[in-house]
């Protein structure tokens, strides 16, 4: 699953399109019903009013959700097969838990392939892949990911595609994190994480080829506000530029600060 593909020039939408072969994933698997639930579409609008709260969405494929093991629930597991997510950029495992005798959905870290075993645990175990441990137990340097903020609370933490945190410093009640952004965060000792990558690393190197692809995941068109007319948008009308660059609200797009300090 490391090798981006590209297509032939065989149609306009394949001549620049490069993309993921999923030949490797499973494709259908009927042990798993129990674990898809139906997913509502909102399209952008409030369920209170139906008007329109988040522009350039709607339409787009129907979907099912998988509930994935977010939670530190203690297991003993055996990733069964890979699959795809059609809500998230990373790949998933379908895990068989030995403890429960149940199945179950979990993030895919990059190096499992079916047959591996991975383990939730409060207490040292080993050093493998997939391992999911309380932070104080990893030496410093591991690099870790689906990272929760306590024990009790579900992991919040460093879930997309190809991302991976680093301990800087561990202590007896918090330790320190590098977040994917470059941001060093405190997390308390007994936070759990994963040791290693999340799957499907080079999702961010794919080119769609054609703006079909982002309709079938619900994207509408967004317009440049400079190609808009003066009642639509602060930019519109016929001369160009004139003013700083604002969002249709007149709210400055660049240079002002976006984080809480």
Not at 56 to 81: D, E, M, S
Not at 117 to 134: A, E, H, N, S
């Amino acid at each position: 699953m490391n090798n981006l593909k590209k297509l032939k020039a065989v149609t306009n939408g394949t001549r620049h399109q490069i993309i993921l072969p999923k030949n490797l994933l499973s494709k259908n698997n009927r042990l798993n019903k129990f674990l898809l639930t139906g997913k509502k579409k909102h399209a952008g609008r409030s369920s209170q009013t139906g008007q329109i709260t988040v522009r350039h969405q709607g339409a787009g494929v129907k979907r099912l959700y998988r509930q994935i093991n977010f939670t530190n629930n203690i297991f003993y597991g055996i990733v069964i097969t890979t699959c795809y997510d059609p809500n998230r950029n990373a790949f998933i495992n379908y895990n068989y838990n030995f403890k429960n005798m149940k199945t179950f959905y979990t993030l895919s870290t990059h190096g499992l392939v079916p047959g591996s075993c991975i383990i939730c645990t409060k207490y040292f175990t080993d050093y493998k892949l997939g391992y999911r441990l309380p932070i104080r137990f990893l030496p410093i340097g591991t690099l870790i990911s689906n990272i929760s903020n306590s024990i009790n609370q579900k992991s919040l933490y460093i879930r997309a595609a190809g991302t991976y945190g680093q301990i800087l410093q561990i202590t007896n009640e918090k330790c320190k994190v590098r977040l994917p952004s470059g941001k060093i965060y405190d997390f308390l000792s007994s936070s759990f994480g994963t040791i290693g990558t999340i799957a499907n690393s080079l999702y961010h190197k794919q080119i769609i080829g054609k703006a079909g692809r982002n309709r079938f995941k619900g994207i509408r068109p967004s317009v440049r506000g400079i190609a808009m007319n003066p009642v639509d948008h602060p930019h519109g009308g016929r001369t160009n530029g004139g003013r700083p660059s604002v969002t249709p609200w007149g709210i400055p797009t660049k240079g002002k600060p976006t984080v809480k300090k």
